[in-house]
Structure formats: structure tokens, C-alpha cells
């Protein structure tokens, strides 16, 4: 097991270790079913995917500000939110439903970072600390 | 970020734990965007919608003691008694609305329950620092008002209502009011219509803050409530300037504060006439009518009333205003035409509430407003956009 350690900024508070899901689409949580966590937007770079418990790393929000909270707020409600969420462009309202739904929230991360990182990975995000941590399996 | 002493005294719970739930919400987006510091706010509006996370978060809000320092303007949910006159409301929905109702009523929001509170209830002046959710709004009050206010979601909105403070970033700061994209309007724009079509090349547009030229000399606030609906409808507009017309657009050197623009885009009329035709899918028998996406305006329900002379609606119309325009066509009449004519003309409701969604799901209506329409696909609620006046004929026809 190899550990590599990048940089961060946090947005919301928090700590988290799972398995990293990316997406190379914007993520409106509305178009996420909440009873099983998947995505069901048609033609999304997830369609299909489980965002439940996973780390996600996704380019920003998108979508109005009552969709995005409420999408979140339903995928809380029944235990499928994401762990914790790595972005690169915030806006208001993804950053206002991240830190209410009390979801760990970084951006700014190492160039490096999205070299390394790969689905199925497991990642630690600590937000509090501004680092995120990659473990790797070395055969 | 810098807090003051009483920033940091709310934020440590001295003002009670609801004002310390939003000022904790605050410094985290004012983190995110690098503020420096807070400022005042003296308006905000919050888009209420009577929805679980909206609920919940509210709740949430008034349980731990928290009450509006800067009383905000609230968007609608549905009128509650008049549906309940015309239609079969389940328990569920009257108990969510009510619950609604209750919980703004006791965080000191000023129950307007319209989407358009930059046409009366809630106007700012230029440069006034403010926090308006609502898609609609948050273009009209900064690109038509010259207030500055970011795209708040509706629960930043809120708890800036709560500290009377917002974060300093984004469209408060001027370097990033000025335009960036220039849009040239080849197409000739003569109505309210033409307006919801050119909104919706928010597309073609793309990321930025556009700078519209070639746009007539006289346009009515319907017109550029219209504009700013659409432009966040098909993507996400702080901000537009319209040339020579808007307050911090007199010039081109102004709008562009000094810089050349990112990119051109031309507008012409083969792109408004292919976003009506999206928004036309099929002729045919109508269900239904419903208008007032955002709210129509009394000089709008002046217009339907001379249309309908006498005449009477053969599919169900619903036509949505705030309250005020409401008690405007009582004094004047013109509720007694829409109702003689079987229309209801009603206050208060969102066309994204129950009263649609159970209703109208899998029928075919029309309306003026393409926001509407994108909106309701997702509910499985299908619609053809005409113009204000069309869709009052049609409604009277009963047929496209």
C-alpha cells in the first residue's frame, strides 16, 4: 500500500475514506435517484453510477438553487450521500447544500491530484486539514 | 476571513444558535470564494418552495431560535384555499404547506409569495449590497436595478435575511459586474415573445456575463423580466447588460469596464425561430392553459381581458399573479371577466407545486413562458409555448 498526499482548500468541514467515483460532467443532485443513490440524467458521464458513500470528484454544481439542496437533502434522508466531494469550479448554491447537509467540500487540489486518482481508488478527503490522502495497492 | 467583533459574537452563538447556524453557513461560502470580509445587507429575498429540503432547512433554522434581522420577500408555494375549492389536495401537501407557511411566518419573512419582488414589493437601488435568490431576480435586481446581489440558493438568501450579512465576493466586487461576452442582436426583437426566445440562447451565449446590442430603445420590465427568466433557465446569468440601456452599460468602454470582450456571439433570427420550434412540439386538441411564469403583471392581465371580450375558455386556464395584481383586477374588473369567461386568475402559487404536478401529468397545455415548460417535462407535463395573446385564443379555440 502507497500513500500519496496532495493539497487541498476546504469549502465545508469534515473528514471522510471511501471509494472515489469521478465524473467529468457538472452534477445536479435532482437527476440522482435517492433510493439508490444512482444517477439517472440522461447522457451524464454517470448515468448509471452510485454516488451512495462514495468520494466524488466532479467539476462543479449545476442547476437551480431549489433542485440542487433538495436533491441532496432526499439522498441525506435515505443514507445514499456522497461521503465527501472534490470539485474544481464552486458556485453558491452547491457550496450553501454542501455545508447544510454537512457533506466535506474541497477544491483547489493539486494539479498532480487528477493524474493520480483513479475510479475504484480509495481516497481520504480531510477538509479540516486541507489534504486529501490516495491510497494505492502496489503488486 | 476577517469577522468584526459582532460577526464573530454570532457566529459563537451570543445571538442564539440560529443565528449562529447561518453566520456558520456564511463564513464557509465566504471561504470558498476567498472574502475578506462581511458586509450589511439591507434586502433579500429568499426562494421559498415549499419543497422537503426548503422545509427542512427553515425548520431547522426557526428550532434553533433564529429570526430575520433584514425581513426578507419570499417566493410562492400554492394557494392553499382556493385549490382546496377546486380541486382534491391530499393530506400530505396541506400539512407541508401549511408547515411552510408557519415555519417563514415565525422567522419573520414578509409573506409576499411572489417571484417577481423587483417589480413592487422589494426594489433596490443602485449599488445597494443584497442577497435575492430566485432565478428570475437575482438578473433583473443586478442587471436592470445596478443593485448587487450573487445567485444566493435559497438557503444562503435565508440566512443572510437572518445575519443581515453577506460574504464580499462574486457580483459585489465591480471587476466582476463588467460584460465579457458581446451578443449581437441581428434578429429584430418586437415583443414580449421575442424576449423569451432571445433569453433562451443562453446556450449559444455560454459562461460569462453578456452584453446585449441591438436591442430596441423602449423595453417594458414584462420584457426584461422575460429576458432574465430565460437566460437562467437555459444556464446560469448573475448578470446581463443591455447597451445603452441598462445603468452600467452606457457606453461599450463602461460595460466592458475598459477590456475587450472574451468573445463575440450573433443572435439572428434563424436561432430564435429554432428555440420556437423546441418549445412548439406538436398542434392538436389542448388540455389546458397555464400563464404566469414568473408572475404575470397587471398591464399582462389588461391584455388577456381585452382578447377575451365576452368570449369563454374552453379548456381549463390558470393564470398566475401575486396578490396585489390580484386585488388590482378585482378593483377593476377584470377578475369578473377572467372567471365569467371559467378562467381562474390566482395568487400565491408556483406552477412547480402539487396542484400541477397531480393534475396535469400526461396532458398537453400551453403557455407563454419556456421556463415553464423545461420545467415541467421532469414532471411528465407536456407544453407548447405561443405568445401571451395566442395562447388566450388558443385557450378560447381549444385546438392549436
Known sequence: MKEYEFSCHRISEGKATGKVLISSDDINFYMVDPEE??????????????????????????????????????????????????????????VTSAIIMEIPLVDKVDDKFYDYIAKGDTVTVDADQEKIIIYKNIE | MYLTDEEKRMLNGEYGEGTAIAMKVQVGIGEAFGA?????????????????????????LVNAGAYCSVPPTVNPGFDL????????????????????????????????????????????????????????ATPYVNSVWGARSNREASQSALCAAVTGKVPEYGFLLDENRYGNILVEVQAEIKNEYDYQLLGFTGKKIGHGVPVFTGLPDKISPEELMNLGAQLNTAGAFSMFHILGFTPEAPDLETAFGGKKPERKVVITREDLNEIGEYFMPHGGKVDF??????????NQ????????????????????????????????????????????????????????????KGKFGITESPKCAFYSRRRGINYAVLELQECIKTAIKGVI
Open chain 1, 37 to 94: 443513490g444512482e444517477v439517472v440524467e440522461k447522457k451524464h458521464s454517470l448515468e448509471g453510477e452510485k454516488v451512495a458513500s462514495k468520494i466524488l470528484v466532479f467539476p462543479g454544481g449545476k442547476g437551480s438553487s431549489v433542485v440542487q439542496a433538495d436533491g441532496l437533502y432526499q439522498l441525506s434522508m435515505k443514507g445514499n450521500k456522497p461521503k465527501a466531494m472534490i470539485i474544481k469550479n464552486p458556485d453558491t448554491v452547491l
Open chain 2, 36 to 60: 475578506k470580509r462581511m458586509l450589511e445587507i439591507s434586502r433579500a429575498h429568499v426562494a421559498l418552495s415549499n419543497q422537503e429540503a426548503d422545509l427542512w432547512f427553515v425548520e431547522k
Open chain 2, 81 to 136: 384555499e382556493y385549490f382546496q375549492k377546486i380541486t382534491n389536495v391530499s393530506e400530505e401537501e396541506v400539512t407541508m404547506m401549511k408547515r411552510t407557511r408557519e415555519a417563514y411566518k415565525k422567522i419573520g419573512a414578509i409573506l409576499t409569495y411572489d417571484c417577481t419582488p423587483y417589480l413592487g414589493s422589494n426594489i433596490p437601488r443602485m449599488g445597494e449590497i443584497i442577497a435575492f435568490s430566485e432565478s428570475s
Open chain 2, 289 to 298: 392553459a397555464l400563464l404566469g411564469c414568473p408572475f404575470l403583471t397587471i
Open chain 2, 301 to 360: 392581465v389588461g391584455k388577456i381581458v381585452a382578447i377575451l371580450k365576452g368570449e369563454r375558455f374552453r379548456v381549463d386556464t390558470y393564470i398566475l399573479v401575486n396578490s396585489l395584481t390580484k386585488e388590482l383586477a378585482e378593483k377593476m374588473g377584470y377578475l369578473k371577466v377572467i372567471e365569467n369567461a371559467g378562467g381562474h386568475l390566482v395568487k400565491d402559487t408556483c406552477m412547480d407545486q402539487p396542484p400541477f404536478w397531480n393534475n396535469m
